[in-house]
């Protein structure tokens, strides 16, 4: 599915040159909170059953501020190929073992991704969107560590090719320039060697310049 996307997407943009099709390039960029992380059970389980301690006690922080630049090439009124850099902040988690010690880690998640995006226009100031987008993935984990325990690496990096789905509201106040509100989930990033994938919700507000 990913990989299709990623043609029909390329095709549209072909299709829309090559047949002198009415077309738009846009760009713009939103801020806000992403929310996502390990499960904290599925960490202290992996540290008591697959690595050897007595006890296991884990917390997680799934939240922080995130990030997005566009740039979209408007194919029809309704139909757009969008591009974009991510950055979904980062996750923490934190166990307390035993024998007696801590390891501590923060993931973070960036991504370049590249989708279609359908708009309904309620007024020529007010329409909602879809998106569904390829998204190239890169997790890049740091650990520490305490006590009686000693870390064999204390880095690793994790890329995945994930879907992202998002949807969002959009609104002209000025000639060329809208706001919008968006949320968009990033699917099953990361790995089990980091802790385990999990999804990334973000939710942001920002503004787009059409050219």
Same mark, same amino acid.
């Given at each position: 599915?990913?990989?299709?996307? =990623?043609?029909?997407?390329?095709?549209?943009?072909?299709?829309?040159?090559?047949?002198?099709?009415?077309?738009?390039?846009?760009?713009?960029? @939103?801020?806000?909170?992403?929310?996502?992380?390990?499960?904290?059970?599925?960490?202290?389980?992996?540290?008591?059953?697959?690595?050897?301690?007595?006890?296991?006690? @884990?917390?997680?922080?799934?939240?922080?501020?995130?990030?997005?630049?566009?740039?979209?090439?408007?194919?029809?009124?309704?139909?757009?190929?969008?591009?974009?850099?991510?950055?979904?902040?980062?996750?923490?988690?934190?166990? @307390?073992?035993?024998?007696?010690?801590?390891?501590?880690?923060? &993931?973070?998640?960036?991504?370049?991704?590249? =989708?279609?995006?359908?708009?309904?226009?309620?007024?020529?100031? &007010?329409?909602? *969107?879809?998106?569904?987008?390829?998204?190239?993935?890169?997790?890049?984990?740091?650990?520490?560590?305490?006590?009686?325990?000693? &870390?064999?690496?204390?880095?690793?990096?994790?890329?995945?090719?994930?879907?992202?789905?998002?949807?969002?509201?959009?609104? @002209?106040?000025?000639?060329?320039?809208?706001?919008?509100?968006?949320?968009? /989930?990033?699917? /099953?990033?990361?790995?089990?060697? &980091?802790?385990?994938?999990?999804?990334?919700?973000?939710?942001?507000?920002?503004?787009?310049?059409? *050219?």
């Amino acid at each position: 599915m990913i990989k299709r996307i =990623g043609r029909i997407a390329v095709a549209a943009c072909v299709a829309a040159s090559a047949s002198g099709a009415s077309a738009q390039w846009y760009a713009g960029a @939103t801020i806000g909170a992403a929310d996502g992380g390990v499960d904290a059970g599925r960490i202290s389980g992996q540290l008591v059953n697959d690595l050897g301690f007595f006890s296991a006690s @884990t917390s997680t922080d799934d939240t922080d501020m995130a990030w997005r630049a566009f740039v979209g090439y408007q194919v029809l009124p309704w139909l757009a190929v969008e591009g974009a850099y991510i950055d979904a902040g980062k996750s923490k988690w934190a166990s @307390t073992v035993t024998p007696a010690g801590t390891i501590d880690a923060s &993931l973070r998640t960036r991504a370049l991704s590249l =989708g279609l995006a359908a708009r309904y226009e309620f007024n020529p100031a &007010l329409s909602v *969107y879809g998106r569904v987008s390829a998204a190239w993935t890169r997790t890049k984990g740091s650990f520490s560590s305490s006590g009686f325990v000693e &870390l064999a690496n204390t880095g690793r990096t994790e890329r995945r090719t994930v879907p992202a789905y998002a949807a969002g509201i959009e609104y @002209t106040f000025a000639p060329r320039v809208s706001a919008r509100l968006e949320y968009e /989930r990033l699917s /099953r990033v990361s790995s089990d060697e &980091l802790g385990g994938k999990f999804d990334i919700d973000m939710i942001g507000i920002g503004v787009r310049y059409s *050219y």
